[in-house]
């Protein structure tokens, strides 16, 4: 599929993902995709930035290739690793056959036959539909000195093998960038990319992505919700539920044949939006209700 012409069909087709869009973050990858520049995306956890890559991939029909970075991550485990276990056979299969050319068997160990592709060397392997969308995950948790690899990476759209030499994308990657801003992320690495800041919807747009992803829910029950987690947002709590966990809070609600919320209906599934047991045992007993309350007090008549 052609990339979209418009911010208006950047809109339509991720919807059709099932991916709600709000203009400003469809504006931004529309001009990530038109001028072909890395797209930085940073924001609390849960509120879909890694699903924009996601939907991406599924509605322009391209490869998903996601490198999840960690701690410790370095350029090697990014861009390629030796097959050491099969090396080691066909040394031993080589040496048993008497074979002496050292320096054939040395071409044959580093080649293509024993070379272990990772996500960003992957990422510049042509395809035949299309340069794939390339997700580099939770950037803020590896270390400065990928950064400055990744700088040089996203700048050339090339990597190199000392075996092999230097490999270069015949069609540069659709690249997003996330971080949960636990960290800063260099500066000159968020210049080479287009940034976006993916804030919490408001209660319409996260009404509209609760219809989306769980169109079971009544509109009833779908506002209660939204109003509760948006309500539950402006506590001094730990972790703030993301919309993740409305879409799941939701589900749950569905799988127990909840039509309405109660104080003990929310008390019996917090472990659905609250990922920590203090935050939890804030809204234990009156609390439930006194959100509850104040929620539903923000509801207009449907």
Same mark, same amino acid.
């Given at each position: 599929m052609q990339t979209p012409d418009s911010i208006d069909a950047v809109q339509s087709m991720l919807a059709d993902t099932g991916y709600v869009c709000g203009r400003a973050l469809a504006t931004v990858v529309f001009l990530s995709l038109r001028l072909g520049?890395?797209?930085?995306? #940073?924001? !609390?956890?849960?509120?879909?930035? $890694? !699903?924009?890559?996601?939907?991406? *991939?599924?509605? %322009?029909?391209?490869?998903?290739?996601?490198?999840?970075?960690? !701690?410790? %991550?370095?350029a090697s485990s990014a861009v390629y690793e030796w097959n050491f276990p099969a090396q080691m056979i066909a040394i031993r299969t080589a040496e048993a056959a008497g074979n002496a050319d050292r320096e054939m068997l040395q071409r044959e160990l580093f080649g293509p036959d024993f070379l272990v592709e990772r996500p960003l060397l992957e990422a510049m392997r042509p395809?035949?539909?299309? *340069?794939?969308?390339?997700?580099?995950?939770?950037?803020?948790?590896?270390?400065?000195?990928?950064? *400055?690899f990744l700088l040089e990476a996203l700048? +050339?759209?090339?990597? $190199?093998?000392?075996?092999?030499? $230097?490999?270069t994308a015949p069609e540069p990657p659709i690249v997003i960038l996330t971080s949960n801003r636990t960290r800063e992320v260099h500066d000159a690495l968020k210049r080479r990319c %287009?940034?976006?800041?993916?804030?919490?919807? +408001?209660?319409?747009? #996260?009404? !509209?992505?609760?219809? =989306?992803?769980?169109? #079971? *829910?009544?509109?009833? @029950?779908?506002? #209660?919700?939204?109003?509760?987690?948006?309500?539950?947002? =402006?506590?001094?709590?730990?972790?703030?539920?993301?919309?993740?966990? $409305?879409? +799941?809070?939701?589900?749950?609600?569905?799988?127990?044949?909840?039509?309405?919320?109660?104080p003990e209906v929310i008390s019996d599934t917090l472990g659905a939006i609250l990922k920590y047991q203090d935050d939890?045992?804030?809204?234990?007993?009156?609390?439930?209700?006194? @959100?509850?309350?104040?929620?539903k007090a923000t509801l207009e008549p449907v």
């Open positions: 520049r890395p797209l930085f995306l #940073e924001g !609390e956890a849960g509120v879909g930035k $890694t !699903e924009i890559a996601k939907a991406l *991939a599924a509605s %322009l029909g391209r490869k998903l290739i996601r490198l999840q970075c960690y !701690e410790g %991550l370095d395809d035949a539909n299309g *340069a794939p969308v390339l997700l580099i995950d939770e950037l803020d948790r590896t270390d400065e000195p990928f950064e *400055a700048s +050339d759209f090339q990597v $190199t093998i000392p075996e092999m030499g $230097t490999i %287009l940034y976006h800041w993916v804030d919490y919807p +408001d209660f319409a747009r #996260e009404v !509209e992505i609760l219809n =989306t992803r769980a169109p #079971e *829910a009544s509109e009833t @029950l779908s506002r #209660e919700i939204v109003a509760f987690v948006q309500r539950l947002r =402006t506590e001094d709590i730990f972790k703030k539920p993301g919309v993740a966990e $409305t879409i +799941d809070w939701a589900k749950c609600l569905l799988a127990l044949d909840v039509i309405d919320l109660s939890i045992q804030k809204l234990q007993g009156s609390e439930a209700k006194r @959100l509850l309350d104040e929620a």
